[in-house]
């Protein structure tokens, strides 16, 4: 039996659902074209993702073809009630509500598995890796194989692989580049922007904003921050990618010297620990403090919690402490505050990291017994046909080489 908040709220789901079909037309298409086809008629697909009104179309789209689709949170706060609503409205197995505690969000992605799905979707891996600790050896259900939707998921997948205990091919679709160049760089730039502003209402332009992390996702908060009038400084561990930012305009320091000059601090590094008490210490009164990475621990929320003097919650999704005298603001308990404090990234960007998702899922119930059990990128040809699936959803064209332009690419002299 399904789980959600409240089964009311399913007609509001609905119209959510709608509005993300009717922004997502990438997917669509994608989900259009095999709908005949139904290549995933008796496939059971297992997702564990944000329950968002973009996921509402994935998931819909899965049992359009011909899966059996049942689906939990990746992340206990993240939850869209209504969304979740309308799903089981429409018999999708869900099991989710926004605020689970963590012993509930377990036990809904043991719901999910408990189906034995054939193939597992995860953003975070978090259901990828109770399948590994709880079933695989205890088991005889072995899923034919997953997918993968953020960087941290991959990490960790990997690091299973490495030491030769996944169970199952993985397909990586953080890694397409119709996913992490779009997805992760401007989604998480816009809806980590518009998660602080609902939450705080602050105003960036002449504020300080320290972000940690200059990978994908800290580039697009970077430069959206940059481009609402905020001075932005980066911090990162990686030369490369501190000389990156630092050629591309920004100030680049380490925590303990930028922390002092911050405004706002925003982690994007898939990290434990970045922010920690003696940053937090050094930060002027009134300094807020949000997540954009998977999980909430890259700032040091369990120090926050035991060295408060006060605590109280101000607006919603938004928490001070008052330590050494001072206000410390921090959004959405230290978890992703772009799905905690505004949606999530808009549909057309998911549009393209779930057209590449469904076309995975298809891909790797056809070709699961030619792979071993490792973590594969997504293919080549996957990749492609969802940037020209999107260039003509955006009626963009694009020039064609020559004759001669792809016979002077074969010369080498
Ligand atoms: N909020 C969202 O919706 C969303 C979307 C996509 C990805 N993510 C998550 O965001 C995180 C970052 O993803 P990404 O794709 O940008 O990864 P990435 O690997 O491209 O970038 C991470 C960067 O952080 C840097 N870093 C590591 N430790 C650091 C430290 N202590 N201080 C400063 N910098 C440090 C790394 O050198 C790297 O450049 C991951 O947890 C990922 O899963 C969140």
Same mark, same amino acid.
């Given at each position: 039996?399904?789980?959600?908040?409240?089964?009311?709220?399913?007609?509001?789901?609905?119209?959510?659902?709608?509005?993300?079909?009717?922004?997502?037309?990438?997917?669509?298409?994608?989900?259009?074209?095999?709908?005949?086809?139904?290549?995933?008629?008796?496939?059971? =697909?297992?997702?564990?993702?944000?329950?968002?009104?973009?996921?509402?179309?994935?998931?819909?789209?899965?049992?359009?073809?011909?899966?059996?689709?049942?689906?939990?949170?990746?992340?206990?706060?993240? *939850?869209?009630?209504?969304?979740?609503?309308?799903?089981?409205?429409?018999?999708?197995?869900?099991?989710?509500?926004?605020?689970?505690?963590?012993?509930?969000?377990?036990?809904?992605?043991?719901?999910?598995?408990?189906?034995?799905?054939?193939?597992?979707?995860?953003?975070?891996?978090?259901?990828?890796?109770?399948?590994?600790?709880?079933?695989?050896?205890?088991?005889?259900?072995?899923?034919?194989?997953?997918?993968?939707?953020?960087? =941290?998921?991959?990490?960790?997948?990997?690091? %299973?692989?490495?030491?030769?205990?996944?169970?199952?091919?993985?397909?990586?679709?953080?890694?397409?580049? =119709?996913?992490?160049?779009?997805?992760?760089?401007?989604? *998480?730039?816009?809806? *980590?922007?518009?998660?602080?502003?609902?939450? *705080?209402?602050?105003? %960036?332009?002449?504020?300080?904003?320290?972000?940690?992390?200059?990978?994908?996702?800290?580039?697009?908060?970077?430069?959206?921050?940059?481009?609402?009038?905020?001075?932005?400084?980066?911090?990162?561990?990686?030369?490369?990618?501190?000389?990156?930012?630092?050629?591309?305009?920004?100030?680049?320091?380490?925590?303990?010297?930028?922390?002092?000059?911050?405004?706002?601090?925003?982690?994007?590094?898939?990290?434990?620990?970045?922010?920690?008490?003696?940053?937090?210490?050094?930060?002027?009164?009134?300094?807020?403090?949000?997540?954009?990475?998977?999980?909430?621990?890259?700032?040091?929320?369990?120090?926050?919690?035991?060295?408060?003097?006060?605590?109280?919650?101000?607006?919603?999704?938004?928490?001070?402490?008052?330590?050494?005298?001072?206000?410390?603001?921090?959004?959405?308990?230290?978890?992703?505050?772009?799905?905690?404090?505004?949606?999530?990234?808009?549909?057309?960007?998911?549009?393209?990291?779930?057209?590449?998702?469904?076309?995975?899922?298809?891909?790797?119930?056809?070709?699961?017994?030619?792979?071993?059990?490792?973590?594969?990128?997504?293919?080549?040809?996957?990749?492609?046909?969802?940037?020209?699936?999107?260039?003509?959803?955006?009626?963009?064209?694009?020039?064609?080489?020559?004759?001669?332009?792809?016979?002077?690419?074969?010369?080498?002299?």
């Amino acid at each position: 039996m399904p789980k959600v908040a409240d089964p009311k709220l399913a007609e509001k789901g609905r119209l959510a659902y709608e509005w993300a079909s009717k922004h997502m037309p990438i997917l669509v298409k994608s989900i259009d074209r095999l709908k005949d086809e139904r290549p995933l008629h008796g496939i059971k =697909t297992g997702f564990c993702l944000h329950v968002t009104k973009e996921t509402s179309v994935l998931v819909m789209g899965a049992r359009m073809l011909g899966a059996d689709v049942s689906l939990c949170a990746a992340n206990p706060l993240t *939850t869209q009630d209504d969304v979740a609503a309308f799903l089981a409205s429409q018999g999708i197995d869900v099991y989710a509500w926004r605020d689970e505690s963590m012993d509930e969000y377990y036990s809904c992605i043991r719901s999910v598995l408990s189906n034995s799905p054939t193939t597992i979707t995860d953003d975070g891996s978090d259901m990828h890796i109770l399948y590994h600790k709880e079933l695989k050896d205890k088991s005889n259900y072995t899923p034919l194989g997953g997918t993968e939707e953020t960087t =941290t998921g991959v990490i960790r997948l990997r690091a %299973l692989a490495s030491e030769g205990k996944l169970a199952y091919p993985v397909i990586a679709v953080n890694n397409a580049y =119709t996913k992490h160049l779009f997805d992760n760089r401007y989604g *998480t730039g816009q809806s *980590t922007i518009d998660g602080i502003l609902r939450a *705080t209402s602050m105003l %960036l332009a002449g504020k300080v904003v320290v972000v940690a992390g200059y990978g994908w996702v800290g580039k697009g908060i970077a430069s959206r921050a940059r481009g609402m009038g905020a001075r932005v400084i980066v911090t990162e561990v990686d030369p490369i990618k501190a000389l990156e930012a630092h050629m591309d305009g920004f100030a680049v320091m380490p925590m303990d010297e930028a922390s002092r000059h911050a405004d706002l601090v925003v982690t994007a590094t898939g990290q434990i620990n970045v922010v920690r008490q003696e940053h937090i210490k050094a930060m002027k009164d009134g300094v807020v403090l949000a997540n954009a990475g998977h999980f909430d621990v890259e700032i040091d929320v369990r120090w926050l919690e035991s060295s408060a003097r006060e605590k109280r919650v101000v607006r919603d999704n938004l928490e001070e402490y008052i330590i050494d005298g001072k206000s410390i603001y921090l959004i959405g308990r230290g978890r992703i505050a772009n799905l905690v404090a505004a949606e999530g990234h808009p549909p057309e960007v998911m549009a393209l990291s779930f057209a590449n998702q469904l076309l995975s899922i298809v891909y790797i119930v056809k070709s699961h017994d030619r792979f071993e059990k490792r973590v594969y990128g997504v293919p080549e040809e996957i990749d492609r046909q969802v940037a020209i699936n999107a260039l003509e959803a955006m009626k963009i064209r694009i020039d064609e080489p020559t004759e001669e332009q792809l016979e002077y690419a074969r010369r080498w002299l």
